[in-house]
Protein backbone atom coordinates (compact mmCIF):
# COMPACT_ATOMS: atom_id res chain seq x y z
CA UNK A 1 0.00 0.00 0.00
CA UNK A 2 0.70 3.69 -0.33
CA UNK A 3 2.46 5.60 2.11
CA UNK A 4 -0.15 8.19 3.65
CA UNK A 5 -0.54 11.38 4.94
CA UNK A 6 -3.99 12.52 6.81
CA UNK A 7 -5.09 16.00 7.59
CA UNK A 8 -7.77 17.87 9.08
CA UNK A 9 -10.50 16.78 11.00
CA UNK A 10 -10.01 13.21 12.11
CA UNK A 11 -13.24 12.58 12.20
CA UNK A 12 -14.69 14.84 9.08
CA UNK A 13 -16.02 13.45 5.58
CA UNK A 14 -12.51 11.53 3.65
CA UNK A 15 -11.43 13.35 0.50
CA UNK A 16 -8.92 11.36 -1.52
CA UNK A 17 -6.11 13.67 -2.31
CA UNK A 18 -3.48 12.83 -5.37
CA UNK A 19 -0.09 14.93 -5.95
CA UNK A 20 1.22 15.88 -8.77
CA UNK A 21 4.31 14.49 -10.60
CA UNK A 22 7.50 14.82 -8.81
CA UNK A 23 5.15 15.91 -5.61
CA UNK A 24 3.69 14.27 -2.48
CA UNK A 25 0.68 14.41 -0.21
CA UNK A 26 2.91 16.47 2.36
CA UNK A 27 1.71 19.19 -0.45
CA UNK A 28 -2.51 19.03 0.69
CA UNK A 29 -1.43 19.80 4.29
CA UNK A 30 -1.93 23.77 3.96
CA UNK A 31 -5.67 23.08 2.07
CA UNK A 32 -6.97 21.51 5.68
CA UNK A 33 -7.44 24.64 6.95
CA UNK A 34 -9.62 25.29 4.51
CA UNK A 35 -11.76 22.31 4.80
CA UNK A 36 -13.62 22.20 8.00
CA UNK A 37 -15.56 19.02 8.14
CA UNK A 38 -13.29 16.72 5.72
CA UNK A 39 -10.10 15.02 6.15
CA UNK A 40 -7.46 14.73 3.51
CA UNK A 41 -6.08 11.60 2.83
CA UNK A 42 -3.12 12.30 0.68
CA UNK A 43 -1.19 9.38 -0.62
CA UNK A 44 2.31 9.41 -1.80
CA UNK A 45 2.06 8.06 -5.10
CA UNK A 46 4.35 4.97 -6.69
CA UNK A 47 7.72 6.45 -7.15
CA UNK A 48 7.01 9.32 -4.98
CA UNK A 49 7.96 10.24 -0.98
CA UNK A 50 7.75 7.06 0.92
CA UNK A 51 5.70 4.94 -1.34
CA UNK A 52 7.40 2.15 -3.60
CA UNK A 53 9.68 3.01 -5.96
CA UNK A 54 9.04 -0.23 -7.98
CA UNK A 55 7.75 -0.43 -11.93
CA UNK A 56 5.48 -0.08 -13.44
CA UNK A 57 4.46 3.60 -13.40
CA UNK A 58 1.42 3.40 -15.73
CA UNK A 59 -2.20 5.57 -15.35
CA UNK A 60 -3.58 2.19 -14.39
CA UNK A 61 -1.39 1.07 -11.97
CA UNK A 62 -0.95 4.15 -10.25
CA UNK A 63 -5.64 3.62 -9.99
CA UNK A 64 -4.89 0.16 -8.74
CA UNK A 65 -2.84 1.49 -6.01
CA UNK A 66 -5.49 4.02 -5.01
CA UNK A 67 -8.55 1.13 -4.96
CA UNK A 68 -5.86 -0.57 -2.51
CA UNK A 69 -5.90 2.71 -0.27
CA UNK A 70 -9.76 2.93 -0.43
CA UNK A 71 -9.99 -1.10 0.27
CA UNK A 72 -7.91 -0.33 3.20
CA UNK A 73 -9.67 2.48 4.53
CA UNK A 74 -12.64 0.57 4.19
CA UNK A 75 -14.71 3.35 1.51
CA UNK A 76 -16.78 1.67 -0.72
CA UNK A 77 -16.89 5.41 -2.71
CA UNK A 78 -14.55 8.71 -1.92
CA UNK A 79 -14.61 12.03 -3.34
CA UNK A 80 -11.07 12.63 -4.64
CA UNK A 81 -9.21 15.63 -5.61
CA UNK A 82 -6.10 15.29 -7.94
CA UNK A 83 -3.76 17.88 -9.12
CA UNK A 84 -1.59 17.99 -12.31
CA UNK A 85 -0.56 14.27 -12.32
CA UNK A 86 -3.26 13.23 -9.83
CA UNK A 87 -5.70 14.66 -11.43
CA UNK A 88 -4.91 12.74 -14.56
CA UNK A 89 -4.61 9.45 -12.55
CA UNK A 90 -7.81 10.13 -10.87
CA UNK A 91 -9.32 10.08 -14.42
CA UNK A 92 -7.97 6.83 -15.04
CA UNK A 93 -9.33 5.77 -11.66
CA UNK A 94 -12.81 6.29 -12.85
CA UNK A 95 -12.73 4.68 -15.73
CA UNK A 96 -11.67 1.54 -14.76
CA UNK A 97 -13.77 1.85 -11.24
CA UNK A 98 -16.41 3.84 -11.66
CA UNK A 99 -18.12 2.62 -8.59
CA UNK A 100 -15.76 3.72 -6.54
CA UNK A 101 -16.03 7.55 -7.22
CA UNK A 102 -18.31 10.09 -5.88
CA UNK A 103 -17.29 12.80 -7.66
CA UNK A 104 -13.98 14.23 -9.20
CA UNK A 105 -12.17 17.74 -8.47
CA UNK A 106 -9.87 17.80 -11.38
CA UNK A 107 -6.69 20.93 -10.88
CA UNK A 108 -5.47 21.31 -14.34
CA UNK A 109 -4.63 17.70 -15.27
CA UNK A 110 -1.63 17.05 -17.17
CA UNK A 111 -2.83 15.31 -20.44
CA UNK A 112 -1.84 14.54 -24.45
CA UNK A 113 1.36 16.21 -24.18
CA UNK A 114 2.63 16.84 -27.35
CA UNK A 115 5.10 14.04 -27.96
CA UNK A 116 8.62 15.91 -28.84
CA UNK A 117 7.77 18.18 -25.87
CA UNK A 118 7.47 15.10 -23.61
CA UNK A 119 10.38 13.37 -25.15
CA UNK A 120 12.91 17.09 -24.06
CA UNK A 121 10.81 17.16 -20.65
CA UNK A 122 11.95 13.22 -20.47
CA UNK A 123 15.45 13.86 -21.10
CA UNK A 124 15.36 17.00 -18.62
CA UNK A 125 14.49 14.34 -16.39
CA UNK A 126 17.23 11.95 -16.82
CA UNK A 127 19.37 14.95 -15.20
CA UNK A 128 17.58 15.43 -11.89
CA UNK A 129 17.88 18.45 -9.45
CA UNK A 130 20.55 18.10 -6.28
CA UNK A 131 21.86 20.51 -3.74
CA UNK A 132 24.39 21.08 -1.64
CA UNK A 133 22.60 21.63 1.21
CA UNK A 134 18.68 22.55 2.53
CA UNK A 135 19.39 25.62 1.94
CA UNK A 136 20.08 26.07 -1.40
CA UNK A 137 16.86 23.54 -2.31
CA UNK A 138 14.74 26.04 -0.38
CA UNK A 139 15.76 28.90 -2.49
CA UNK A 140 15.14 26.66 -5.98
CA UNK A 141 11.56 25.74 -4.49
CA UNK A 142 10.74 29.36 -3.26
CA UNK A 143 12.00 30.66 -6.94
CA UNK A 144 9.92 28.26 -8.65
CA UNK A 145 6.77 28.60 -6.51
CA UNK A 146 4.16 30.87 -6.74
CA UNK A 147 4.52 33.80 -3.90
CA UNK A 148 1.57 32.49 -2.28
CA UNK A 149 3.29 29.32 -1.52
CA UNK A 150 6.42 31.24 -0.07
CA UNK A 151 5.22 30.31 3.41
CA UNK A 152 5.22 26.66 2.61
CA UNK A 153 8.61 25.93 1.44
CA UNK A 154 9.76 24.71 5.12
CA UNK A 155 7.21 21.84 4.91
CA UNK A 156 8.40 20.99 1.70
CA UNK A 157 11.83 21.14 2.57
CA UNK A 158 11.21 19.06 5.94
CA UNK A 159 8.74 16.48 4.25
CA UNK A 160 10.43 16.10 0.74
CA UNK A 161 14.12 16.47 0.75
CA UNK A 162 16.54 13.75 1.32
CA UNK A 163 20.48 13.32 1.97
CA UNK A 164 21.85 10.55 -0.51
CA UNK A 165 25.01 8.34 0.05
CA UNK A 166 27.22 11.24 -1.57
CA UNK A 167 26.03 13.58 1.12
CA UNK A 168 23.89 15.93 -1.29
CA UNK A 169 20.71 16.65 -0.94
CA UNK A 170 17.64 15.27 -3.57
CA UNK A 171 14.21 15.51 -3.76
CA UNK A 172 11.98 12.26 -2.55
CA UNK A 173 11.20 11.01 -6.05
CA UNK A 174 12.53 8.31 -8.55
CA UNK A 175 14.04 9.64 -11.44
CA UNK A 176 13.20 6.90 -13.27
CA UNK A 177 9.47 7.08 -12.68
CA UNK A 178 9.57 10.67 -13.85
CA UNK A 179 11.29 9.78 -17.16
CA UNK A 180 8.54 6.72 -17.94
CA UNK A 181 5.70 9.15 -16.76
CA UNK A 182 6.28 11.54 -19.48
CA UNK A 183 5.44 9.04 -21.85
CA UNK A 184 2.49 7.86 -20.01
CA UNK A 185 1.41 12.11 -20.07
CA UNK A 186 1.64 11.85 -23.98
CA UNK A 187 -0.96 9.29 -24.20
CA UNK A 188 -4.27 10.58 -25.50
CA UNK A 189 -6.58 12.36 -23.28
CA UNK A 190 -9.68 10.67 -21.67
CA UNK A 191 -12.26 11.47 -20.17
CA UNK A 192 -14.41 10.38 -17.07
CA UNK A 193 -17.03 8.11 -17.75
CA UNK A 194 -20.49 8.95 -18.33
CA UNK A 195 -22.57 9.65 -14.58
CA UNK A 196 -19.66 10.74 -12.87
CA UNK A 197 -20.19 14.33 -11.29
CA UNK A 198 -16.86 15.83 -12.65
CA UNK A 199 -15.50 19.76 -11.71
CA UNK A 200 -12.60 20.48 -14.23
CA UNK A 201 -10.57 23.48 -12.78
CA UNK A 202 -8.36 24.79 -15.76
CA UNK A 203 -4.79 27.35 -14.67
CA UNK A 204 -5.31 30.39 -17.46
CA UNK A 205 -1.71 31.08 -17.12
CA UNK A 206 -0.64 27.12 -17.37
CA UNK A 207 -1.02 25.02 -20.36
CA UNK A 208 -1.59 21.76 -18.99
CA UNK A 209 -5.23 20.98 -20.06
CA UNK A 210 -5.12 20.58 -23.79
CA UNK A 211 -7.44 22.47 -26.05
CA UNK A 212 -10.72 21.15 -26.12
CA UNK A 213 -10.81 18.93 -23.44
CA UNK A 214 -13.39 20.82 -21.53
CA UNK A 215 -15.17 20.37 -23.98
CA UNK A 216 -14.55 16.92 -24.59
CA UNK A 217 -15.70 16.57 -20.59
CA UNK A 218 -18.81 18.35 -21.27
CA UNK A 219 -20.15 16.10 -24.32
CA UNK A 220 -19.23 13.06 -22.66
CA UNK A 221 -20.59 14.28 -18.63
CA UNK A 222 -23.30 16.69 -19.85
CA UNK A 223 -25.14 17.76 -16.68
CA UNK A 224 -22.84 15.93 -14.63
CA UNK A 225 -19.89 18.40 -15.49
CA UNK A 226 -18.38 21.81 -14.08
CA UNK A 227 -16.15 23.93 -15.63
CA UNK A 228 -13.46 26.49 -13.64
CA UNK A 229 -11.26 28.34 -14.88
CA UNK A 230 -9.27 30.22 -12.54
CA UNK A 231 -6.34 33.06 -13.17
CA UNK A 232 -3.50 31.27 -11.41
CA UNK A 233 -0.43 28.97 -12.35
CA UNK A 234 -0.36 25.57 -12.41
CA UNK A 235 0.01 24.81 -8.40
CA UNK A 236 -3.89 25.85 -8.19
CA UNK A 237 -3.87 24.39 -4.70
CA UNK A 238 -1.12 26.01 -3.40
CA UNK A 239 -1.72 29.50 -4.93
CA UNK A 240 -5.43 29.45 -4.99
CA UNK A 241 -6.42 27.14 -1.73
CA UNK A 242 -9.61 29.29 -0.70
CA UNK A 243 -11.26 29.01 -3.90
CA UNK A 244 -10.04 25.61 -4.47
CA UNK A 245 -11.89 24.64 -1.13
CA UNK A 246 -14.88 26.14 -1.70
CA UNK A 247 -14.68 24.24 -5.30
CA UNK A 248 -14.12 20.70 -3.83
CA UNK A 249 -16.96 21.60 -0.60
CA UNK A 250 -19.25 22.71 -3.99
CA UNK A 251 -20.00 26.32 -1.85
CA UNK A 252 -18.29 28.14 -4.77
Known amino acids: MLHLHRFGD????????????????????????????????????????HSTTHAPWTFEQHAEDVVDVLDHLGLTRATVVGHSLGATVAVHLARRHPGRIERLVLLDPGMA????????????????????????????????????AATLVDDEIRDHLRQGAD?????????????????????????PPAGTRTTLVVALRSQAVPAGYAELCRE??????????????????LERPTRTAALISGTA
Open 167 to 191: GRWHWRYSPPMVVATYSELARPAVT
Open 220 to 237: TLHDDFTLAELDCGHQVH
Open 113 to 148: LPPALAEERAGDALTPPVFDNPADAAGERARTWPAE
Open 10 to 49: DNGRPLIALHGLTGHGGRWRSLAGHLPGHQIIAPDLRGHG
